[in-house]
C-alpha cells in the first residue's frame, strides 16, 4: 500500500472502533447508522477525504494525510477549513461543517468551530458519533461557557489561598489551557480547593463528569470522603446530594456518576486490558522499582476519550510520568495538577502554567500550617557504623520470617551506616534512639505533657519497623497499643489504625514506611523521628508535610490531653542526618526488599513483557545470582529443568537485543521464502521476532514452583544481629537551624512589645513601672496572649519558653515544668529587663510572698495568725493564677470552697482591702 493508503486504512480503523460504519461514496447508505463517514465526498471545491453524517446532518470532515506528513497536520488546517465551508453536492443546505479533523491516522488533530477561539488539539481516538450530535444540539460548547458563564466565585468559607487557586484556574479555563498546576502547600486544603472547582464546573460550566485521579487506594478513600463532607456555599445539599460520586473499584464507571475517582494503577488496567491486582492500588507508583507498564493503552469503546471533561491530578508529582502518562493523554479533559511540592518535571509536564502558588513559609505565616523545629540525634554507630569479627557467635535472622538461628560469622563483617537496618541489625543502636528521643521530649521539647506527643517514625522497612516497635514499647514500659505500625503489611487493618492514631487516645506512636509518608492528614501530630535517611528534595518534604498541619486547642486536646493550647509548631527529630543529606530534585524508585523481585515475576509470568519488565526482571536476577550459595543455585537449576540463574537472566535481557531481533525475523522471513534484509524488514516482522525471544525467554517462569523458589532464595539472605558492638549517644540537641529560629522568635518577641507598647493594657503596666497606676488584670494577660499568638507571630507562652531556653537557658529556670498563662508576665518582665531570671510566674509570686509576708510579721507587734496566714496563701495562689485578685474572686474555686468572702472578712476585718491591694502590687510587681 501507498502511504495514503496506510493512513486510510488505519483511519478507516479507528472510526469503526469509535462507533462510525465508512462507507465509500458510491456504496452511500446513511441509514445504515447513527454515524456515517463517507469517504471521498463532493463538494464543490473538490471531494473531501471524509464527511461526517450522524442522524443523517453533515456535521464534520476529516482530511487524511500520509504518516510523513504528521508533524505538519497544522499546514493543512486552512485545506480542512475549506472542504467544512464548501457546498455539498445534492444538498440543499450547506452550513459551513463544525467539527474539523486532521489525521495521520496515528496522529489526529480536532478542531471545534464553535468554540470562541477554535484552536485545533491532539487527540487519542476519533470522537463517537453521538458525542458529535449532543455536542452540535448545544448552544454553545465547553470552552465557550468556561470563558463566559462562570460566576464570581462565593468567598465565605475559603482561604485566601483557596480562592486565589480557584479564580486562577477558572482564568486558565478561560483561555482553554489544557493543563494547569495548582501548587499548594501541605494543609492549605488543596482537596477541598478542587472539589469547589469541581463543584462550579458541573453547575455553571456544564462538564459531564470530571476524573479524580489518586495513585493510592488510602488517597482515593479520603478524597471520597471531602467529597461526601462539602457542602457548596450556595446550597444547603452536600456535594454527594446533588451529584453522583463514584470511587472507582471494578473496570465499570457509572454512567450517571459526574464525579469517578479511581488510582491510576486501575485506569491504566481499564485501558491497557492488564489486569490489576488489588494490592496494586495500595502502593504509589512512585514509591515502586522499576514500575513499568505491560501494555501500551489501547482504545476502549466503553470508556472513550470524551469519557472526562477535566481530570484532577492529586499529588501529580508523583506517578503520571513515563509510561503511566499514557493514562493522561489518552482523554480529551482539561488536566488539573495538585501538589505541595512540584519539582522541575511537573512544571514541564504543565507547561509551566502555574494558576496558583501558595509556599509552605507563606502557609505558616497566615497560620494555616505551623512551623517546625529540628532536633538532632547523633549516635556513634549511626554516623561510622562498626565490625563484627570473624567466628563471634551472633543471631541470624530471616528478613521475611524473621525466624532466628544462633550461629557462628563466617568472616570479619564491616557494616556502615548504609548497612544499618538492611544487612545488620544493632538493636542497641535502635533503643539509644529511642531512649534518647524519650528523654528529649520529656524534658527538653514538651517538657509540660503529661502523656507523649503523638509521634511518627519513619523507619526503612517494614522488618526494621518491627524492630522499632518492640524497643519502642520496652522503652516507654507500655503495651500493643501505644505503639503500632501503619504500612501496608500491617496485619490489622491499617485504615483502622490511621484512624485512631488521627483520632483516639492510642496509639501514641506510629511507625511507618511509606504509607503515610505522603498525602494521608494526621493533624494532631507533634513529633517526627526520622530513622530513615530521604534522599529525594520532594519526597522529604511531603514526609515533613505530616506534621505541618495546625490544629485548634479543642480538637488538639481530645487526643492529647495535657496540651493547653493549639499546636503551634511540630519538631522533627533527625536520627539519621536527613536534614544534612544531599538531596535531588526527584525522588529515586525505592527498592522494597520482598515486593520488587516478586513484583517483576509475576508481571512476565501474566505476560507483562514490556521491555521495561523484561530488563528489569533480568538485572534483578543477576544481582541475585551474585549474593546466593550454591545450594541455592542448585536448587534453581534443577526446578528451572537445567538453565543456571545467570542464564535465565542473560536470555531475559539478550531477548530484546536489536542485532538478535533483526537476525530471527530474517531466518523466519527466509522460513517463509520471503526476500529481505536488515533494512527492508517491517515493523509487523521486528516486532514478531522480538515477542517471539521475549516470550522463550519468560517461558520458564511460567512455573510457579520456580516463582517460589527464586523468591524465598532471596528471602534466605540474611540480617546479621549485632548484640555485641554497643552504641552510645554522640550529639543530643536542637539544630543550629533550630537555635536559629529560637533567637528570631525571641528577637520577634521584643519588637513586638516594643512595637505596640501604647496599643495593648498588659504592656502599658509594664511600660510605666515603676509608676503605674491600675492593676494588672487576667484580662489584659489573654488579650496580649491573643495577640501573640495569632499569625503571623504565632508565639504562644510555650513556645516562647522553649525559644528563651535555648538562647539563654543559664538564665531561664522552670523549663519542665507546664506552663500557665501567667507565665506570659515572667517572659514579658524578662523580655523588658525588668528580671535578672526568667523563672516561672508562680514561682516568683511564691518568692515575692515569702519576702512580704515575713516583711508584715517582722513589722507587726503580732504575727499573722495560722488561720489568717493560710488565706492569704489561698490568695497568693489565685493571684499566681490569675495575676490579681478582687472582692468578686472569692466567689470562686478554692477561696468559695472555704467560706468565701464573708470568711476572709471574718479573718481579717477592715484590714482586707487594704491586703489585697498591697498584695496584688507586691507580688505581680
Not at 468551530?113 to 458529535?132: I, K, S
Not at 509475576?602 to 519488565?613: F, I, L, R
Not at 493560710?870 to 478582687?886: F, G, N, T, V
Amino acid at each position: 500500500m501507498t502511504p495514503e493508503e496506510k493512513a486510510r486504512q488505519t483511519i478507516d480503523q479507528k472510526l469503526a472502533a469509535a462507533g462510525w460504519v465508512v462507507q465509500d461514496m458510491k456504496e452511500l447508505n446513511l441509514g445504515a447508522a447513527s454515524g456515517v463517514a463517507v469517504r471521498e465526498y463532493p463538494t464543490d471545491t473538490g471531494p473531501a477525504d471524509y464527511l461526517l453524517f450522524v442522524d443523517r446532518n453533515p456535521v464534520g470532515v476529516i482530511e487524511a494525510k500520509r504518516d510523513e506528513a504528521g508533524e505538519n497536520l497544522t499546514a493543512h488546517e486552512a485545506q480542512t477549513e475549506r472542504y467544512a465551508s464548501a457546498r455539498l453536492k445534492w444538498r440543499k443546505d450547506s452550513p459551513p461543517l463544525r467539527f474539523l479533523y486532521e489525521s495521520t491516522g496515528q496522529i489526529i488533530h480536532f478542531t471545534d468551530g464553535a468554540d470562541p477561539r477554535p484552536r485545533a488539539r491532539e487527540l487519542f481516538h476519533f470522537f463517537q458519533p453521538q458525542t458529535l450530535a449532543t455536542w452540535a444540539a448545544r448552544p454553545d460548547t465547553l470552552r465557550s461557557r468556561l470563558a463566559d458563564q462562570m460566576p464570581p466565585l462565593p468567598e465565605r468559607n475559603l482561604r485566601e489561598c483557596q480562592v486565589s487557586a480557584v479564580t486562577g484556574l477558572e482564568q486558565s479555563l478561560a483561555q482553554a489551557r489544557p493543563r494547569a498546576l495548582v501548587h499548594m502547600a501541605t494543609g492549605a486544603g488543596k482537596t477541598f480547593t478542587a472539589i469547589t472547582s469541581a463543584y462550579r464546573l458541573l453547575k455553571f460550566g456544564g462538564a459531564k463528569r470530571i476524573l479524580f485521579l489518586v495513585d493510592t487506594r488510602n488517597l482515593g478513600k479520603q478524597a471520597h470522603q471531602e467529597f461526601m463532607a462539602y457542602t457548596p456555599p450556595d446550597d444547603g445539599r452536600k456535594f454527594t446530594e446533588l451529584y453522583n460520586v463514584q470511587r472507582l473499584s471494578s473496570s465499570r464507571i457509572d454512567g450517571s456518576a459526574q464525579v469517578c475517582i479511581s488510582t491510576i494503577q486501575r485506569m491504566y488496567s481499564i485501558l491497557s486490558g492488564d489486569p490489576i491486582d488489588d494490592s496494586a492500588e495500595d502502593i504509589s507508583l512512585a514509591e515502586l522499582p522499576d514500575a513499568g507498564t505491560h501494555k501500551l493503552v489501547r482504545y476502549n469503546p466503553a470508556v472513550p476519550i470524551e469519557q472526562f471533561d477535566f481530570i484532577i491530578i492529586d499529588e501529580c508529582h508523583r506517578s503520571i510520568y513515563n509510561l503511566w502518562k499514557q493514562v493522561l493523554d489518552y482523554f480529551d479533559a482539561f488536566l488539573i495538577g495538585l501538589t505541595a511540592t512540584p519539582d522541575n518535571r511537573t512544571y514541564g509536564f504543565f507547561n509551566q502554567n502555574v494558576v496558583a502558588e501558595y509556599s509552605y513559609e507563606q502557609s505558616v505565616l497566615d497560620g494555616v500550617n505551623v512551623g517546625y523545629d529540628v532536633y538532632e540525634i547523633e549516635t556513634e554507630i549511626t554516623k561510622v557504623g562498626a565490625e563484627l569479627k570473624a567466628k563471634e557467635w551472633v543471631d541470624h535472622r530471616d528478613r521475611q520470617t524473621r525466624a532466628k538461628r544462633w550461629a557462628q560469622t563466617e568472616d570479619d563483617t564491616a557494616y556502615t551506616n548504609t548497612d544499618l537496618d538492611r544487612s545488620v541489625v544493632n538493636p542497641n543502636q535502635i533503643r539509644q534512639v529511642i531512649e534518647e528521643m524519650k528523654t528529649a521530649v520529656e524534658t527538653r521539647i514538651y517538657p509540660q505533657r503529661n502523656e507523649v506527643p503523638k509521634t511518627l517514625i519513619f523507619a526503612k522497612t517494614d522488618s526494621h519497623a518491627d524492630d522499632i516497635i518492640k524497643t519502642v514499647r520496652e522503652v516507654y514500659g507500655e503495651g500493643n497499643a501505644f505503639c503500632k505500625k501503619v504500612t501496608y503489611r500491617a496485619d490489622e487493618d491499617p485504615d483502622t489504625i490511621l484512624s485512631n492514631f488521627r483520632n483516639e487516645y492510642y496509639p501514641r506512636i506510629a511507625v511507618t514506611v511509606d504509607m503515610i509518608a505522603t498525602g494521608t492528614d494526621v493533624k494532631p501530630l507533634e513529633v517526627l523521628l526520622f530513622m530513615r535517611d530521604v534522599r529525594s528534595r520532594g519526597y522529604y518534604e511531603q514526609m515533613k508535610g505530616r506534621g505541618v498541619r495546625s490544629l485548634d486547642a479543642e480538637s488538639l486536646k481530645k487526643v492529647s490531653n495535657s496540651a493547653d493550647s493549639a499546636k503551634t509548631h511540630f519538631v522533627l527529630i533527625d536520627a539519621v542526618g536527613v536534614e544534612k543529606s544531599l538531596k535531588t530534585e526527584s525522588r529515586p524508585l525505592e527498592k522494597k526488599p520482598g515486593a520488587t523481585l516478586d513484583q517483576l515475576l509475576k508481571s512476565v509470568a501474566v505476560g507483562g513483557a514490556d521491555d521495561d519488565t523484561v530488563l528489569s526482571l533480568g538485572n534483578r536476577l543477576v544481582r541475585l545470582a551474585k549474593q546466593l550459595d550454591d545450594k541455592a543455585l542448585a536448587r534453581i537449576k534443577q526446578t528451572s529443568g537445567g538453565i543456571a540463574l545467570n542464564d535465565l537472566a542473560r536470555g531475559l535481557v539478550s531477548a530484546l537485543d536489536p542485532d538478535l531481533v533483526v537476525a530471527d525475523a530474517l531466518d523466519t522471513a527466509q522460513a517463509a521464502s520471503i526476500t529481505r534484509s536488515a533494512d527492508t524488514l517491517t515493523t509487523d516482522e521486528l516486532d514478531a521476532a522480538r515477542h517471539q525471544r521475549v516470550m522463550a525467554a519468560c517461558q520458564p517462569f511460567d512455573d510457579p514452583r520456580l516463582r517460589d523458589l527464586i523468591e524465598s532464595a532471596r528471602r534466605e539472605r540474611e540480617q546479621l544481629i549485632d548484640h555485641i558492638n554497643p552504641d552510645q549517644v554522640t550529639f543530643s540537641g536542637f539544630s543550629a537551624q533550630a537555635e536559629a529560629h529560637a533567637t528570631a522568635t525571641v528577637q520577634a518577641f521584643a519588637d513586638y512589645l516594643r512595637d505596640h507598647r501604647n496599643e495593648i493594657a498588659a504592656l502599658d503596666f509594664f511600660y510605666q513601672q515603676p509608676y503605674r497606676r491600675r492593676q494588672l488584670t487576667f484580662a489584659m494577660i489573654e488579650e496580649l496572649h491573643d495577640a501573640l499568638s495569632r499569625p503571623p507571630l504565632m508565639l504562644t507562652t510555650e513556645r516562647l519558653w522553649s525559644a528563651y531556653a535555648r538562647v539563654q537557658a543559664s538564665k531561664v529556670k522552670g523549663a519542665d515544668t507546664r506552663r500557665q498563662l501567667t507565665d506570659l508576665v515572667a517572659l514579658v518582665r524578662f523580655a523588658l529587663g525588668l528580671d535578672d531570671e526568667l523563672r516561672p510566674f508562680a514561682d516568683s509570686v511564691d518568692k515575692r510572698f515569702q519576702e512580704w509576708i515575713f516583711r508584715h510579721n517582722a513589722q507587726r507587734t503580732t504575727a499573722f495568725t495560722d488561720e489568717q496566714t493560710q488565706w492569704l496563701r489561698l490568695i497568693k495562689d489565685h493571684i499566681a493564677s490569675s495575676c490579681s485578685i478582687s472582692r468578686e474572686d472569692f466567689d470562686y474555686a478554692q477561696l468559695a470552697d472555704k467560706g468565701g468572702l464573708q470568711k476572709a472578712w471574718n479573718v481579717f476585718g477592715e484590714q482586707l482591702d487594704k491586703l489585697l491591694e498591697e498584695m496584688n502590687e507586691e507580688l505581680v510587681a
